[in-house]
């Protein structure tokens, strides 16, 4: 993920475009396994919508019936950081799998 600040993907200078990109693939293939989902979501918003003005990427994971609906999704606190750091070691954990 580019820590250089940069706002919009149109703002993105084209050499870090693939490295962005290649590590979203990667989290979008290793979701599934590893957090049980079924498949993933991926999205990006420029400018309007964009809460956090600094380009991010949403890698969502996604279950049949789990309320989705267009960019909206049913969000939720979770219980605890003990439970947030769960899932970001999880992802970690397989991301740390594939080459």
Known sequence: MPRQHHE???ALP???VEPLFGR???????MPGALGAQGSF???????SQSVPHLHVHVVPRTRGDG???????R???ASDE???????RLRDAL????
């Open 8 to 10: 919009t993907l149109p």
């Open 14 to 16: 084209a050499a870090l």
């Open 24 to 30: 979203v693939r990667q989290i979008s293939a290793i």
């Open 42 to 48: 991926v999205a990006l918003n420029n400018t309007v």
């Open 68 to 74: 989705l609906r267009g960019f909206f999704w049913p």
């Open 76 to 78: 939720h606190r979770y």
């Open 83 to 89: 439970e947030a750091e769960g899932y970001a070691r």
């Open 96 to 99: 740390g799998t594939i080459s």
